[in-house]
């Protein structure tokens, strides 16, 4: 759906700035999503704080990626509001969603999704290339960022010729470098071995910290659980909050 007479430009450039219910950063009420006759989400509540790593743990189907969809505004729910600060993302158009996920938002995938014709260096400033910086002062933050995430020595390297570990590094980076408040992070190191996956998240983590970003991190691997502040898990669509991680 284009949606290009519904979205007033103050409506898109409006970033709220109070705090949501609850004073959280991010939060969703009673969200439902039905793909077909199967049931994703049903009844699902969550909330992050800035700053705060939640770890969304749960079984294959349960409705994780969804819930995660869902909180991004890359997928309108059927049912249930989400928050991010004061402004309700499940009413937003989809033009203002995308200037939100655009602005506030970063995304780190298990596959890390860089485009394979543009170098590291390239990838992790498209960005902030995109939300209009000059390319110099792109690079720049980009290559920060690079050398944060211990990859900076293959910055001129693209893509097919990294290791998975690295390439997953230069997609933190990316997500990183545009300094979003909120980190979706699906199965970040779900295609790495457990070395390369234990440093992309302490790299991950440590950085999310230093910026006081908030990270929604779906994995279905208790060692990456262990790097969270709150582990919550999703059962059947809906979330059963266990409390303060490890
Ligand atoms: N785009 C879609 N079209 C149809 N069904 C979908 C779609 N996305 C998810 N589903 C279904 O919704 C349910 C929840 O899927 P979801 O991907 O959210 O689960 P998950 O917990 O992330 O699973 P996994 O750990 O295997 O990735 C599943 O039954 C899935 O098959």
Redesign the pocket.
């Known amino acids: 759906m284009t949606a290009t007479h519904q979205a007033p430009v103050t409506e898109a450039a409006a970033s709220g700035t109070g705090p949501g219910p609850g004073g959280a950063l991010l939060s969703a009420q009673g969200l439902r999503k039905t ?2 006759s ?1 049931p ?1 989400l049903d009844g699902a509540d969550f909330s992050i704080r800035a700053g705060e790593v939640v770890a969304v743990m ?10 995660l969809h869902c909180l991004a505004g890359i997928v309108p729910p059927d049912a249930g509001t989400v928050h991010y600060r004061d402004r309700e993302v499940s009413a937003m158009s989809d033009s203002a969603r995308s200037a939100l996920r655009r602005t506030e938002f970063g995304f780190v995938f298990q596959f890390g999704q860089l485009v394979p014709e543009l170098t590291c260096l390239e990838n992790a400033a498209l960005p902030l290339r995109l939300a209009g910086a000059g390319r110099k002062k792109a690079e720049a933050t980009a290559r920060e960022w690079l050398d944060r995430l211990e990859v900076d020595d293959v910055r001129h390297h693209r893509p097919g010729q990294l290791s998975g570990g690295q390439g997953q590094r230069v997609a933190i980076a990316r997500a990183l470098a545009g300094r979003p408040r909120v980190l979706f992070a699906d ?1 970040p190191t779900g295609a790495l071995d457990s070395l390369n996956g234990e440093r992309a998240m302490q790299l991950l983590t440590r950085a999310a910290r230093d910026t006081d970003a908030a990270v929604v991190l ?1 994995t ?1 691997e208790t060692r990456v659980a262990a790097y969270s502040d709150r582990e919550v898990v ?1 059962r059947d669509g809906r979330v059963k909050d266990h409390g303060s991680g490890v």
């Open positions: 793909y077909g199967t994703a749960g079984p294959s189907g349960s409705g994780k990626s969804t819930l199965e779906v279905h999703v």
